[in-house]
């Protein structure tokens, strides 16, 4: 079990969870990126900036 950084939700992560993984948390909708897998830990996603070709 982990904490949403955001809201404080308990999530679960999958047993197929890998580093990098996006998810949702599903109180509060914040895209999360897992951390660290072992032991489990989440943090906000960051915000991908659009290069539109430039």
């Known amino acids: 079990m982990v904490e949403c950084p955001v809201c404080g ?5 999958t ?11 599903a109180d ?14 989440v943090a906000e996603a960051p915000e991908s900036e659009e290069d539109w070709g430039e």
Request: glycine residues 10%.
């Open 28 to 41: 509060c909708g914040t895209e999360l990126e897992v951390t660290s897998v072992n032991p489990p830990a």
């Open 15 to 25: 047993g197929d969870a890998v580093e990098g993984e996006l998810m949702e948390c």
């Open 9 to 13: 939700a308990e999530l679960e992560l």
